[in-house]
């Protein structure tokens, strides 16, 4: 099983960037999706989440109206749009796969049990 993130990079402030991450391994079909982000010394913090069928999102304080997260037809990719990005934007993004089973959950890196490796996202003010 695998999860695996692309497209961070480099951004101006005010810029944007598109994440995404590929699942593979087993269906995802039934899994909700996420992202969550880790700056150097803080601890990993939620960005993003969406529902197995895409129906349901969940977002940041920080980042609400600035991203987007959506999935694939297939269910097994996640997206997250990012615009109007600042340097407090800068981190380590994952996208992460699994079934929280309330709301409250969504946000709670506990209830995903698979994990990318993390992309590098760099927004230079």
């Known amino acids: 099983v695998r999860l695996e993130e692309s497209g961070g990079g480099l951004a101006r402030a005010g810029g944007s960037l598109s994440l995404s991450c590929a699942a593979s391994g087993r269906s995802f079909s039934a899994y909700a999706m996420a992202w969550f982000r880790q700056a150097p010394g803080k601890e990993r913090e939620f960005v993003a989440a969406c529902s197995w069928n895409g129906d349901t999102t969940y977002y940041a304080d920080s980042v609400k109206g600035r991203f987007t997260i959506s999935r694939g037809d297939a269910r097994n990719t996640a997206y997250l749009e990012m615009n109007r990005l600042t340097p407090e934007d800068t981190a380590v993004y994952y996208c992460?796969?699994?079934?929280?089973?309330?709301?409250?959950?969504?946000?709670?890196?506990?209830?995903?049990?698979?994990w990318g490796q993390g992309t590098q996202v760099t927004v230079s003010s």
């Open positions: 992460a796969a699994g079934r929280p089973w309330s709301e409250t959950e969504f946000s709670v890196p506990r209830a995903y049990n698979y």
